[in-house]
């Protein structure tokens, strides 16, 4: 299913290994054991030993062979304190204040992604998105040449020829009002990650205007990043500003955008805002009947992803495959 088995694939011939921060959470439990008994991704639970053993017995799942990690007896807690107050004592972090935040499970399994204990990580099976995406903005960062981490949901379901339909939206859970060139940049990264799930992307610059039939500000950021966007990767179609159903109906696009080559046929999607671009998403999930993944992060130094508070252990189980095969 759309790209899964090469990401598992790539998995087998370099496993990886997962921090999953909410280890005694039923269905962290749950995709834990189905990762521990594919053999391609080893799950760090997070959380007391003894808390997570009993909550993977009580709830019937095999957790054998995970490693379990307590953040409060860690063996190398010491290390892990120290180096985090390296990274923010120019913030105003303190050694004090650094031992406290590493019995926050979402920092202390940043920190060992960060130094390289594991690979990935993923949480937010009960943290909000923010407390999840902070600890990975301040001590994982921004990659060099970008400017932003930004975010991208892919959206799946089953075409009526049999294949997959497959769309990427951004940025629908990190930036909140991001400027011109920051959709320029939430582009870009979108692009890549959009080839990766197997789409061949026809990016549309989202808006209550196409080309032009609308005034204002928000028209005005869009229309500008569109052409930036088109001068910035030359090689990929990218139009707008569009209305949705412009860049989505041949019929509209006619009318709206003649000579497109976008128009009618856009698959990548780049939101004026947070606002659109989570109620967008949503209304695709909900009422399209399209599953949706994400939000996976973009421009990280290393794959740390969110789940969705709602998520069950499905989700949680393709969230880890994708955040492990993108590291
Ligand atoms: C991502 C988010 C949590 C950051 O908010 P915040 O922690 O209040 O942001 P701050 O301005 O205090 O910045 C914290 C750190 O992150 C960095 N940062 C903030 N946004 C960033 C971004 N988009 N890219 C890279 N770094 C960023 C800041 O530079 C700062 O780093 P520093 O401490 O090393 O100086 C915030 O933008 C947010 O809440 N977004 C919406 C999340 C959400 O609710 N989504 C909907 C559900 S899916």
């Known amino acids: 299913m759309f790209g899964f088995g090469a990401m598992i694939q790539k998995l087998k011939e370099d496993p990886k290994k997962i921090v999953l921060t909410e280890g005694d959470d039923p269905r962290i439990l749950e995709a834990a054991s189905r990762l521990l008994a594919s053999n391609f991704l080893t799950p760090i639970l997070l959380g007391d030993e003894q808390k997570v053993s009993n909550a993977a017995e009580e709830a019937g799942y095999n957790i054998r062979g995970a490693q379990i990690i307590n953040p409060l007896n860690y063996d190398r807690l010491d290390e892990v304190i120290q180096e985090f107050y390296e990274i923010r004592k120019e913030k105003g972090m303190t050694l004090e204040k650094a031992e406290k935040m590493m019995q ?101 610059f989202l808006s209550y205007s196409s080309h032009g039939s609308g005034k204002g500000d928000s028209v005005d950021k869009m229309r500008n990043a569109t052409l930036k966007a088109q001068e910035e990767y030359p090689d990929v179609p990218i139009d707008g500003e569009f209305q949705f159903d412009t860049a989505v109906s041949p019929r509209v696009a006619r009318q709206k955008a003649p000579g497109s080559k976008v128009a009618g046929y856009a698959n990548t999607f780049i939101f004026p805002d947070i606002n659109a671009g989570n109620l967008g998403y949503k209304i695709a999930q909900r009422m399209g009947n399209f599953e949706a993944y994400g939000p996976i992060l973009l421009g990280l130094n290393a794959q740390i992803n969110d789940l969705s508070r709602g998520c069950n252990a499905l989700e949680v189980y393709s969230m880890a495959i994708i955040t492990a095969a993108l590291t």
């Open 104 to 204: 926050q499970r979402n920092y202390f399994g940043t920190m060992l992604v960060k130094m390289g204990i594991a690979d990935c990580l993923l949480g937010g099976a009960t943290y909000s998105t923010a407390d999840t995406v902070r600890p990975a903005l301040q001590i994982i960062k921004t990659k060099p040449g970008n400017s932003i981490v930004s975010s991208c949901f892919i959206l799946v379901r089953p075409g009526a020829t049999g294949e997959n339909e497959v769309l990427a939206m951004a940025d629908c859970a990190i930036n909140i009002q991001p400027s011109e060139d920051e959709l320029v940049e939430i582009c870009g990264e979108t692009i890549k990650c959009a080839k990766i799930f197997g789409i061949d992307p026809k990016v549309a």
